[in-house]
């Protein structure tokens, strides 16, 4: 199935290595295996691509760390946790199953779809609390979890940690609406959040209202959060390009219109393919004309709101993280390599141009759910191709000490570049 869908299914391996891992795979299932450890044998195989959008995803949870973790650029961190359970918010783990997270997170690349370490990290801190991951990566005894972690005082502790069958507690934020925005006048800054990229009146209706408030109280400058934004429909970029300035100019039926150098495309045939997408032709591929993006022709027009005077000229900001994904990461490269506005925060969690818009199907005797990327999409600016995330102009980190303090790295680093305080764009993160 991956051959005849995926647009280029050896450009990680070769196929000659394909074949090697799938008969090393076959040849290390001798005897029956519980579902979930077929599972992660699976996953080898689809990870082995590096296409974080060609996936396998079951959901065998039944046992859970009683905790959610986040994996800052300094190590792994506690960020919520039930009482009694032995870790409390702030804790910075030490080992888990007396393996160091970095270690772990090594292991984890192996069965986290992922293109860069960034949303390796994401994922990684989501994995840890689950059953499944901690079993596969050999750290459960007894239905526990050894961890030492250090506490916010700088106190070590050795705990135990039971696996209950209740989910960790739930993001606080998640109950809140995907968009939403507010006006800082003190420092003239419109801020708007898109949580997912749902292209819905909602986030029509919130957009146009959020720049009618910016155009009345003469907002110079605008702030997108995409750091919590996974992905969905690229229809909301579109949208929010229409209140950005002509940069191209021209008219068209008495009405000015941007273009913008956006992304081009190659798809794979199949008969899968056509299927789920409806296209007439079941096998080969449309390439994209790569040409294009040489003489900067890869323009899309974009037509612009009414009133004409939503249009907003001012300074553009763009905050991303390492969950940034997908089509809000075509958000941050559209901006960045158009010089629309100015990204900050830490890296993406994908490469810019990137394989993706999977089909799904379903294995014949496991039910996993399988998704396959039958697209390659190419960032507007070739020059950046190579590039596995697209990179803050203004790097802001997310470290412990932050999550402890319930300080916002990026919004504290956009506000001091804001009142012209200074930046510190020089922090590195801890490479491993």
């Known amino acids: 199935m991956i051959r005849r869908v995926h647009p280029d299914p050896f450009h990680a391996l070769s196929e000659t290595e394909f074949d090697a891992l ?52 300094d190590g792994l961190v506690v960020i919520q946790a039930q009482s009694g359970c032995g870790l409390e918010f702030g804790d910075r783990v030490v080992s888990l199953g007396e393996k160091d ?18 949303w390796l990290r994401d994922r990684g801190a989501d994995a840890l609390s689950r059953g499944s991951f901690l079993r596969h990566l050999g750290l459960v005894e007894g239905n ?19 696996l209950t069958p209740d989910p960790p507690p739930s993001d606080p934020t998640s109950s809140r609406p995907f968009c939403g925005f507010s006006l800082d006048e003190a420092h003239s800054l419109g801020f708007f959040y898109l949580d997912q990229c749902h292209f ?34 690229s229809l909301v970029v579109d949208e929010f390009l229409r209140y950005m300035p002509v940069r191209f100019g021209g008219w068209f039926v008495h009405m000015p219109y941007t273009k913008v150098r956006g992304f081009l495309s190659d798809i794979r045939f199949s008969p899968e393919a056509a299927a789920q997408q409806n296209y007439s032709q079941t096998s080969g591929y449309l390439l994209a004309d790569l040409n294009l993006r040489l003489i900067g022709a890869n323009l899309m027009r974009i037509s612009p709101p009414l009133p004409l005077d939503l249009i907003f000229h001012g300074q553009v900001f763009i905050l991303t993280s390492g969950r940034t994904y997908s089509s809000a990461n075509w958000f941050a490269a559209l901006f960045q390599d158009n010089r629309l506005g100015s990204i900050l925060g830490e890296p993406t969690g994908n490469k810019p141009t990137y394989f993706g818009h999977p089909l799904n ?5 496991s039910q996993f759910n399988l998704y396959i990327s039958h697209k390659k999409f190419y960032r507007p600016d070739y020059t950046k191709d ?4 697209v990179l803050p102009d203004f790097y802001f980190p997310t470290r412990i000490e932050d999550i402890r303090e319930a300080r916002d790295a990026q919004m504290e680093g956009l506000l001091s570049l804001l009142s012209g305080s200074g930046l510190d764009t020089g922090r590195k993160e801890k490479t491993r």
């Not at 986030?203 to 009345?216: G, I, P």
Request: charged share 25%.
């Open 361 to 365: 199907f379903k294995t014949p005797n």
């Open 144 to 162: 526990a979890v050894r961890s030492v972690v250090e506490d916010i005082n700088g106190n070590l502790k050795d705990v135990r940690v039971s």
């Open 200 to 233: 819905n009146s909602s986030y029509l209706s919130a957009l146009q209202t959020f720049f009618e408030e910016v155009k009345n109280k003469r907002i110079k400058r605008v702030a997108l959060d995409i750091r919590r934004n996974t992905g969905g429909s």
């Open 101 to 118: 997270p970095w270690d772990l997170l090594d292991r984890l690349a192996q069965v986290i779809a992922t293109e860069n370490a960034y």
């Open 386 to 389: 190579s590039l596995n995330s």
């Open 22 to 73: 799938i008969q090393d795979l076959s040849q290390s299932i001798t005897t029956s295996r519980p579902r979930e450890e077929f599972f992660f044998i699976l996953k080898k195989l689809t990870n082995s691509l590096k296409d974080g959008h060609t996936e396998l995803y079951y959901s065998p949870e039944q046992s859970y760390v009683p905790a959610r973790f986040y994996w800052a650029v």
